[in-house]
């Protein structure tokens, strides 16, 4: 079994982490104490190329592999996750998802916007009342011939207030149920499209989270995705992939949460020498680097996965499954091993804690991800 990168993908792993040491960590504490959207740094991250990775290039994309992919968003999350989940839903939910089933039109029109990081991509499924339960959503769209009718309310919208171009899932007809919705793209400056508050939130506070208000949004037919009836199959499918990029999200935090760990114990010294020469410090940094690498491995089978035609909605919820929990666990040993500073935020690791518990919850809470590897396991 080979497990060497290409040049190619060991070049652009090295130019993320290059970026994020010099363009994300100088104002991160900044931005997550003030919630501020790190603007300068998506602009610069579309320039890079990073915002529309596996986008084909005549889209204006980097024609990349989901391995080059989730190497980016681990560098990228080993020291800002906020700005990694911006990037993540952008290439992983909404460019994958007009590339892979918009029509021509659709992609010339909103995709080679997305890819360049002209345009920013949001995806909007959760409801009040409907996160986990994706097919229990009361957003409408009722077909009026050559266009819909939007109106309902989204919650907890990563890009909510900033992006411009929006996948919002609706139902068009109740009594299908999840044969019965469809998905759409939406344009921010549309009649009737509200932007709602931004959430006030525990982690990734530099991402920009809103409801959002939909009161009569007239949708124009072009703009549903597949055919009548297809939203459903849209979302989950978009979200298999989609939960890739938040598995390498995952397994970037807990290793940036190690990185400063063990250099931390290097240096800070108690009851005569640096606390990694004890075993308690020692042991904790062998415990975090394992299921590190273990994680790692999970994420990279199920980028390997997508890459290779196989089925990835197994690999893609395990390796989500397994990271969040390696974020959470290794988090939270950080802080320990930084003992009092690792309460302090000038220390990192306790942004590192806190952004770790997203992880947890978005794309598919941790149990949605043991539903989905349950019923994988017993289909047939
Ligand atoms: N690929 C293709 N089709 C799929 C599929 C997949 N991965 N998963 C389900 N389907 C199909 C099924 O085959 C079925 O179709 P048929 O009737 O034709 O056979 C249909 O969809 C319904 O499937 P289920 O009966 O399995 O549906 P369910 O109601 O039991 O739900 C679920 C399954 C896995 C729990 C699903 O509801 C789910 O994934 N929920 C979580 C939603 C989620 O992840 N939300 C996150 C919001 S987005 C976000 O967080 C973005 C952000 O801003 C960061």
Excluded at 18 to 47: S, Y
Aim: a negative charge; glycine letters at 10%.
């Amino acid at each position: 079994m080979d497990f060497s990168l290409s040049e190619e993908q060991i070049m652009i792993r090295d130019a993320a982490r290059d970026f994020a040491r010099t363009e994300l960590l100088p104002g991160v504490i900044e931005r997550d104490n003030h919630q501020k959207f790190p603007t300068e740094q998506v602009k610069k991250m579309g320039e890079l190329g990073f915002m529309g990775m596996m986008v084909d290039p005549k889209y204006g994309g980097g024609g990349m592999d989901t391995l080059s992919y989730v190497l980016v968003m681990e560098e990228l999350s080993k020291i800002d996750a906020s700005c990694s989940v911006i990037v993540s839903v952008n290439n992983s939910l909404v460019c994958y998802g007009i590339q892979a089933y918009g029509n021509e039109d659709q992609k010339q029109k909103y995709l080679t916007k997305l890819a360049t990081g002209e345009k920013l991509g949001a995806f909007c499924l959760s409801e009040p009342e409907a996160g986990s339960d994706a097919t229990s959503q009361t957003t409408t769209a009722i077909d009026k011939g050559d266009h819909y009718i939007l109106n309902g309310t989204k919650n907890w919208i990563t890009n909510g207030g900033t992006a411009d171009y929006y996948l919002v899932i609706a139902q068009t007809d109740r009594e299908k149920k999840h044969k019965g919705i469809n998905a759409f793209i939406v344009e921010k400056t549309w009649e009737g499209f509200e932007i709602g508050p931004k959430e006030d939130k525990l982690g990734i506070r530099g991402s920009d989270t809103h409801s959002l208000i939909f009161n009569d949004v007239k949708v124009p037919k072009e703009n549903r995705i597949g055919i009548d009836g297809f939203g459903f199959k849209f979302a989950m499918k978009t979200l298999a992939g989609g939960r890739i990029g938040i598995a390498a999200q995952a397994l970037g935090i807990a290793a940036g949460a190690y990185d400063l760990a063990r250099e931390y114990s290097k240096v800070r010294k108690a009851f005569g020498t640096e606390i990694c020469n004890h075993q308690a410090i020692a042991f904790k940094l062998a415990d975090m680097h394992t299921s590190i690498e273990a994680a790692r491995l999970l994420v990279m089978k199920a980028a390997w996965d997508k890459d290779n035609g196989n089925n990835y909605d197994m690999s893609g919820a395990m390796a989500k499954l397994y990271a969040s929990q390696v974020a959470m666990d290794v988090s939270v040993e950080a802080v320990q091993v930084h003992g009092g500073n690792g309460y302090v935020k000038e220390y990192h690791v306790e942004r590192f804690m806190r952004d770790a518990k997203i992880t947890q919850i978005y794309e598919g809470t941790s149990e949605i991800q043991k539903i989905v590897i349950s019923r994988g396991l017993l289909k047939d």
